[in-house]
């Protein structure tokens, strides 16, 4: 009888070969690094979540959650991201620490993906959440590190584009009030080709027509601030603006404004953010590295308000993008017959003390020995009489 799912994995599951484990083990090892010269400390939640509290905070599509029961009955889900289980930490087992908090974590999250489109359905994201911190500093700081985290990981050729949630709400719901979720949503998903179909066929004035469109245009250095100022006239456009001025101030402060720029367009898929957002992109990837931004309302919903900012990077799509750079440790193979196999224990040993991975092997259990060979930097034999034996 055929057993169809016997080398199948589930839809977006991914298996990790050995060159990739050593290339992510040595960028997540920099990243982890990086963060913690910055005084985040590295915390971990459990995998699985309560469906009522965290699962419906990540704010992420229903769809994309996996959901599974425990034996009570409860409906539990896979952590779709960092974010939402942090602020449950920081409000429950962490209540007693003051704000603010500078947190860290490097964790494996999971998104159901609907077709196998090459999107993973677990991965592993490193991020940070700085938390209690209202000040436009906090969104710059975080900023910071996400450029130094890549600069640390080696990757050259990077921008990270800053937009404003508040400022996008403060645009579309002056003119379509209700309406505005579509819209967004040709936003988030970045179809931008839609999103003017869409707007031509709204019934609105030309002016209003033309103030959406207009939004198509809101990026670039500095200078694109004051195109944005005359879209939006109101309070919470002006806030966003000026918030974003600042941000540009404290990035300068940073030196880091060469890496970013801004993009008004820019709307994340996750629905808790409030504030600045930010989304980071490598030269050689269409798809973004990483990405934050302020959530002002999700400590609240754990009953321990505070503003707070951060960021996730993906790790898996950051070893792709730094492609070969990561540096491979030199494998040494030594195969012996049992005549000298205490010799060739000695040997390994000090070729390990030396920073040398060592395979030691019996030459009688490989059958293949060219094959084997082929996998090393060096390969010693220690075959034969002992030197020195007649
Ligand atoms: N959790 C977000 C990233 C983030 C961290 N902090 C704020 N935003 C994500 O998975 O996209």
Known sequence: MSKPFMFEKPLGMRDTLPEMYEMKKQVREQLED???????????????????????????????????????????????????????????????????????????????????????????????????????SADGEVIALMVSSLKRAGLGDFKIAIGHIGYVNALLNDIVGERADALRRFLYEKNYVGFREHVKNLPLSSIDKGRLLGLMKLRGGKSILQDAAKLVQNEQGTKALAELEELWQVLESYGIEDYVKLDLNLVLHMSYYTGAVFEGYGSNLGVPLCSGGRYDELLGKFERPGQATGFGLRLDLLVEAIGEKASKRKKTCIIFSKERRAEAFQEAQSLREAGEAVVVQDIAGVTDVDGMSEQFTEVHYFIGQKKGEA
Request: charged share 20%; no cysteine; net charge negative.
């Open 34 to 136: 990086e963060m913690t010269s910055w005084g985040y400390q590295m915390i971990e939640t459990p995998t699985l979540e309560y469906y009522e509290t965290v699962g419906l905070a990540s704010a992420i599509l229903d769809q994309q959650l996996f959901k599974l029961l425990d034996q009570q009955g409860n409906t539990l889900v896979l952590r779709p991201d960092m974010t939402a289980p942090i602020a449950r930490l920081v409000a429950s087992s962490m209540k007693g620490e003051a704000y603010p908090l500078r947190l860290s974590y490097q964790s494996n999250v999971y998104r159901a993906q609907q077709h196998e489109g090459g999107k993973p359905a677990e991965f592993e994201q490193i991020g940070v959440e700085l938390i209690g911190d209202g000040t436009v």
